[in-house]
Nanobody, 123 residues
Framework: QVQLVESGGGLVQAGGSLRLSCAASGRTFSRYAMGWFRQAPGKERELVAAITWNAGFTYYADSVKGRCTISRDNVKNTVYLQMNSLKPEDTAVYYC????????????????WGQGTQVTVSS
C-alpha cells in the first residue's frame, strides 16, 4: 500500500513556474513508477508526466514537453513536477499516482492516487 500526498499547487500568472511535490509513504517507494496526471473541469484525467522506478525512463505529454520536468528522490520518497512557462490551459487539479515499476498512459492501470492539488494559471 502506498499513500500519496501532493503539495505545491496554487495560483500563478501565465509564464510563471510552479513545483509540485508528492510525498509517498511506505518502504517500497523505489519499486514504483510515479506519474503526474491532471484533470480540468469537464475533461478526462490525462497523464502529464511519468517516471519509472529507477528514473531510467520519463514520459511527457506533448502539451507539456519542454516546459515540465519530472524527477524523483528515492531517499526522500518524493516525486516532483517542475512546471515552467505555465499557460492558462494548464489549469487543472494535478494528481500524483503510483504503479509497480513501469509507466503506462492508461489512467485505469495506476494503482494508488493522491488527493490532488489545484493549479490555476491566470492570463
Amino acid at each position: 500500500q502506498v499513500q500519496l500526498v501532493e503539495s505545491g499547487g496554487g495560483l500563478v500568472q501565465a509564464g510563471g513556474s510552479l513545483r509540485l511535490s508528492c510525498a509517498a509513504s511506505g518502504r517500497t517507494f523505489s519499486r514504483y513508477a510515479m506519474g503526474w496526471f491532471r484533470q480540468a473541469p469537464g475533461k478526462e484525467r490525462e497523464l502529464v508526466a511519468a517516471i519509472t522506478w529507477n528514473a531510467g525512463f520519463t514520459y511527457y505529454a506533448d502539451s507539456v514537453k519542454g516546459r515540465c520536468t519530472i524527477s524523483r528522490d528515492n531517499v526522500k520518497n518524493t516525486v516532483y513536477l517542475q512546471m515552467n512557462s505555465l499557460k492558462p490551459e494548464d489549469t487543472a487539479v494535478y494528481y500524483c499516482a503510483a504503479r509497480s515499476y513501469t509507466v503506462v498512459v492508461d489512467t485505469t492501470l495506476w494503482d494508488f492516487w493522491g488527493q490532488g492539488t489545484q493549479v490555476t494559471v491566470s492570463s
